[in-house]
């Protein structure tokens, strides 16, 4: 069963502050906006994604505005490996000492098709990029995360995950599968009372991923990714202490 966000919810100034978080897809959408965001609200993010020179943008219009120096980290999740997500894990430790939150923003989607027409490259990468490299990167994470008294791990999800549809294909399947994933690791965590997994569903968004499922919607009426951000901040900073295992949408 889904929940909101608070309504009306408006995150206080410094509301992260000092937090180191870690946001993938961060060159780009609801990513690029949550980095941003983040950095306002005082954090430090370090920004995952496939494409340095978008990384960059939202790095050098971080620093413009007086936030924490951000840190990049270039990564195609659709062609990473255990060793690749390692690495990172070892390289946040080694740079940063701690992490206090890890926001899984990237996303593949190359259009709806049926699961019996849907390329078998495109399902192994659907899954990769959807599922398997968010799972390895949460796994590597975790020693990190339970570091701290008060860690958050957050699923960017879709509607679809919590009622499957025809013609979603692996990203269907994945988002899905996650849903299964934040109700099992969250009863996991039971003994780490400081860290809490939740999966968020920020509804239908003006971004380039929307425009390539829904050709014939007339996707720059939609809100901006901005508009979602709220309910990630809240999932992130102390306000949502105690909510652990929930599907939550915006509110």
Known sequence: MSSAIPAGYTPAAGLLQGRVILITGAGAGLGRATALAAARHGATVILLGRTVKKLEAVFDEIEAAGGPQPAIYPM???????????????????????????????????????????APKDWLEGLQVNLTAAYSLTRQCLPLLQQTRDASIVFVTDAVGREPKALRGSYGVAKYALEGLVKAWSQEFGASPGL??????????RTELRARGFVAEEVQKLPAPDAAVAGLL???????????????SRS
Not at 77 to 96: C, H
Not at 196 to 205: E, H, L, T, V
Not at 234 to 248: H, K
Request: hydrophobic share 40%; glycine share 12%; with cysteine.
């Open 234 to 248: 809240y999932l992130l900073g102390p306000d949502s202490a105690g909510i652990n295992g929930q599907a939550l």
């Open 196 to 205: 809490r997994i939740n999966s968020y569903d920020p509804g239908a968004m």
């Open 76 to 118: 195609n999740l659709a062609g990473t490996t255990w060793a690749d997500i390692f690495e990172l894990a070892e390289t946040v430790e080694r740079e940063f000492g701690r992490l206090e939150g890890l926001v899984h923003c990237a996303a593949h989607f190359k259009g709806f098709t049926a699961m019996t027409e849907e």
